[in-house]
């Protein structure tokens, strides 16, 4: 038996959603856009030029990344009954890819301060959808910002 194609109904299996993958993403943006900062002005060095290419590269991938997991969450998951609720999510969804694409184009860190705000708003009404009550945590990676994460229960 030859099988010819195989259709899903969404990309991920059913129910398993997590913004987690965008939030550390974007902390990633702010931590890669740090170390850019952190560079001499004046690249000298052929070693230098290639730490430096690489930190942008992996700033633009972190971005994407934020990108994909914010659009997948939104297209797959937010539906109407979420929607009603918290008609924001299209404007914010919308503002996170707008944001994400200026800390690619850019490496001004107030960009990749306001991608880490709205992803943390965008989990907040996330896990707002499943009554899953959130709290303000502080990441134990650089650059060691607040995060919006789920209230685990015991």
Partial sequence: MKIRDVKAHCDIPCAVYDPGVAQYAALSVVRF????????????SKKDLAHLTRLVQQKEEHAIEVKDAVRTIW???????QMEKFPEIHELSHSIM?????CKQDIDRQ??????EKVNRFAEIFW???DVNTETKKSLNP???DIIVPVLSD
């Fill in 75 to 81: 297209g797959d998951y937010f539906k109407e009954p």
């Fill in 33 to 44: 856009l740090d170390l850019i900062g952190e560079m001499p002005e004046n690249i000298d």
């Fill in 98 to 102: 707008m944001t994400a694409s200026k």
């Fill in 128 to 130: 707002a959808t499943k």
């Fill in 143 to 145: 650059p060691h910002m």
């Fill in 111 to 116: 960009n990749g301060l306001d991608l880490v």
